[in-house]
């Protein structure tokens, strides 16, 4: 069977009403005869659910020297000012620090870290290279709410991501409890795509790093499917990884705890699904939230 061109809108959004389109990609890419970087089960349990958490992945160490970086650009006034650094609305506190892949050594070289990059490369059957990076700091007492929403969705019509043949890594730098607003996630979600209403205002992305307000599913649609799938709490301590499909349903709560909830986010992309022009009809967003001419695949 042919592949359809890479401009062909498979998954229409922002166009009309509230539906399911049926996943029209696979989960993993990978054939069944190669060997994973990690246990088969735990590949399993990332098809079946769409997501997967693994424990232990980097030591105290490692996690330590993450930290004191997270510490650090969101001191750096340079950063702070880049534009690139998203606030929390009302506080003023850090939010999101983008393009951590590209300012931090420390981070570029943990976006090739094998334990990362090989898994993506195995799911994805593909060379990788980050589609987007960050740091999440979610601070104590005041860190706002993600509301639900699948990041394919935003990807493919804000980016023009062509195909679900990405996935998210996010490293966990302190505790993720259950009450100070982890990533919640809905098993199975995956499978079916969320159109949503609304046409993409200008600029869309200004407001939707602080709070999202278009490219989000209906109430029926988030009932449909979290009565399918129930909801999962990504429970987890410092130096796990919590790897997730590009269409997985998922948000997070506020933190009103005095604990932190902070990780870096790498999204991987394969290299034949490189974004084109967004399928809307507003100009793509900036390169430091979408790689689009930046693009250097990962090194083994």
């Given at each position: 069977?042919?592949?359809?061109?890479?401009?062909?809108?498979?998954?229409?959004?922002?166009?009309?009403?509230?539906?399911?389109?049926?996943?029209?990609?696979?989960?993993?890419?990978?054939?069944?005869?190669?060997?994973?970087?990690?246990?088969?089960?735990?590949?399993?349990?990332?098809?079946?659910?769409?997501?997967?958490?693994?424990?232990?992945?980097?030591?105290?160490?490692?996690?330590?020297?993450?930290?004191?970086?997270?510490?650090?650009?969101?001191?750096?006034?340079?950063?702070?000012?880049?534009?690139?650094?998203?606030?929390?609305?009302?506080?003023?506190?850090?939010?999101?620090?983008?393009?951590?892949?590209?300012?931090?050594?420390?981070?570029?070289?943990?976006?090739?870290d094998p334990r990362l990059a090989e898994l993506a490369r195995y799911i994805l059957d593909d060379?990788?290279?980050?589609?987007?990076?960050?740091?999440?700091?979610?601070?104590?007492?005041?860190?706002?709410?993600?509301?639900?929403?699948?990041?394919?969705?935003?990807?493919?019509?804000?980016?023009?991501?062509?195909?679900?043949?990405?996935?998210?890594?996010?490293?966990?730098?302190?505790?993720?409890?259950?009450?100070?607003?982890?990533?919640?996630?809905v098993p199975g979600s995956h499978r079916q795509f969320a159109t949503c209403v609304g046409e993409?205002?200008?600029?869309?992305?200004?407001?939707?790093?602080?709070?999202?307000?278009?490219?989000?599913?209906?109430?029926?649609?988030?009932?449909?499917?979290?009565?399918?799938?129930?909801?999962?709490?990504?429970?987890?301590?410092?130096?796990?990884?919590?790897?997730?499909?590009?269409?997985?349903?998922?948000?997070?709560?506020?933190?009103?705890?005095?604990?932190?909830?902070?990780?870096?986010?790498?999204?991987?992309?394969?290299?034949t699904n490189r974004v084109v022009e967004p399928f809307c009809d507003q100009p793509a967003r900036?390169?430091?939230?979408?790689?689009?001419?930046?693009?250097?695949?990962?090194?083994?």
């Open positions: 069977m042919t592949a359809p061109p890479v401009n062909e809108d498979l998954y229409p959004s922002r166009q009309g009403g509230n539906h399911f389109i049926e996943r029209q990609d696979p989960t993993v890419y990978a054939l069944a005869n190669k060997v994973a970087p990690i246990a088969p089960q735990q590949i399993g349990e990332y098809a079946e659910n769409g997501f997967v958490v693994l424990e232990d992945v980097f030591s105290d160490v490692e996690v330590r020297m993450f930290q004191q970086e997270l510490e650090r650009l969101s001191a750096d006034e340079a950063i702070r000012a880049s534009g690139e650094t998203i606030t929390e609305p009302g506080s003023g506190e850090v939010r999101s620090i983008f393009r951590v892949h590209e300012c931090s050594p420390l981070f570029s070289k943990l976006a090739a060379e990788v290279y980050i589609h987007q990076s960050r740091l999440n700091y979610k601070p104590g007492f005041r860190g706002k709410e993600f509301y639900w929403h699948s990041d394919f969705e935003t990807w493919h019509v804000e980016d023009g991501m062509p195909r679900m043949r990405a996935l998210s890594m996010s490293i966990t730098l302190t505790e993720n409890f259950d009450f100070n607003g982890p990533l919640m996630l993409t205002p200008e600029n869309h992305f200004k407001a939707s790093l602080k709070k999202q307000e278009y490219g989000v599913p209906s109430d029926a649609q988030l009932k449909t499917l979290i009565d399918n799938g129930s909801i999962v709490t990504a429970k987890s301590k410092p130096g796990s990884v919590i790897v997730f499909d590009c269409n997985v349903l998922h948000g997070s709560n506020g933190n009103i705890t005095p604990a932190p909830r902070s990780n870096v986010f790498f999204v991987y992309n394969a290299l900036p390169e430091y939230i979408c790689s689009r001419t930046h693009i250097t695949p990962l090194s083994d």
